[in-house]
T-cell receptor, first 113, second 113 residues
């Protein structure tokens, strides 16, 4: 019940295209859902995050769509650029009790020039 | 402002040895968490400390321990190293113990030989 399932494992997109990464969770108590971007040899960097009382959040080219009833959320990267090539992790957490992120398994995105 | 700083960046140890990893959180942040990231996987929660007290512990053996100092910096200690402990160890800093906007350091790459 603590798992976060992420798909696809890898993704190749043409420059200017839309990259879509999906995540599903089981624990309905999760109440904070961040996305992280990680480049090789670096730590994860917070991209954007959403709470379940909001169905969509947009920051620049990055949008989170959240479907509470389906227990799914997704990251959309509009106008994908080669510099977006990285591994993306979704995560879920509780903001009460033991505070920890449960991470998905990651999606390796490659944007072709 | 300095971000989360971790030291050392790389470390090679022999099986059975002990290792200490260090983390300095973002100035003003009082919560530090530790994660283990095995190659190709998402980070796994090890510990959270807030105000020098352990607030959460993940599913890791007692060989793993940590502490937080009065200046909010933290150490992660691992005893009796095993080959399987080889991973990127990440420190995450957040303002308080509620998991909103956790910022990760670049990690310490530990190799056990």
């Amino acid at each position: 019940q603590q798992q976060v399932k992420q798909s696809p494992q890898s993704l190749i997109v043409q420059k200017g295209g839309i990259s879509i990464i999906n995540c599903a969770y089981e624990n309905t108590a999760f109440d904070y859902f961040p996305w992280y971007q990680q480049f090789p040899g670096k730590g994860p960097a917070l991209l954007i995050a959403i709470r379940p009382d909001v169905s969509e959040k947009k920051e620049g080219r990055f949008t989170i769509s959240f479907n509470k009833s389906a227990k799914q959320f997704s990251l959309h990267i509009m106008d994908s650029q080669p510099g977006d090539s990285a591994t993306y992790f979704c995560a879920a957490s509780l903001t009460s009790g033991t505070y920890k992120y449960i991470f998905g398994t990651g999606t390796r995105l490659k944007v072709l020039a | 402002d300095a971000g989360v700083t971790q030291s050392p960046t790389h470390l090679i140890k022999t099986r059975g040895q002990h290792v200490t990893l260090r983390c300095s959180p973002i100035s003003g942040h009082k919560s530090v968490s530790w994660y283990q990231q095995v190659l190709g996987q998402g980070p796994q929660f090890i510990f959270q400390y807030y105000e020098k007290e352990e607030r959460g512990r993940g599913n890791f053996p007692d060989r793993f321990s940590a502490r937080q100092f009065p200046n909010y910096s933290s150490e992660l200690n691992v005893n009796a190293l095993l080959l399987g402990d080889s991973a990127l160890y990440l420190c995450a800093s957040s303002l308080n113990y509620q998991y909103t906007e956790a910022f990760f350091g670049q990690g310490t790459r530990l190799t056990v030989v």
